[in-house]
Nanobody, 119 residues
């Protein structure tokens, strides 16, 4: 069984920084893609950033230049460094991963971590 768990959310002032972490655990053979999504109240869940196993990354236009995604393959962990945070970054942030486990591929979501940007 595979678990994906986020951590690192919280309350921060505009212009501040936060670092989110997401760790996958369980019977994992390999992880192809890990990413971060977010969902603000009343809005659809949207992609924030993704990173694939060879290190290639992609970002939503709204976070380019402010957020950085990285991963530690040895720890099955992905990070999201968020700088210059804005009010509109307030949302629940979810980790997502494509994981090979037990001979099959699956897509897994974490439970989400709240990020609130407020003065």
């Amino acid at each position: 069984q595979v678990h994906v768990v986020e951590s690192g959310g919280g309350l921060v002032q505009p212009g501040g920084s936060l670092r989110l972490s997401c760790a996958a655990s369980g019977s994992i053979f390999s992880i192809k893609l890990m990413g971060w999504y977010r969902q603000a109240p009343g809005k659809q869940r949207e992609l924030v950033a993704v990173i694939i196993s060879d290190g290639i990354t992609d970002y939503a236009d709204s976070v380019k230049g402010r957020f950085t995604i990285s991963r530690d393959n040895a720890k099955n962990t992905v990070y999201l460094q968020m700088n210059s945070l804005k009010l509109e970054d307030t949302a629940v942030y979810y980790c997502n991963a494509d994981i090979w486990s037990g001979g099959s591929a699956g897509n897994y979501w974490g439970q989400g971590t709240q990020v609130t940007v407020s003065s």
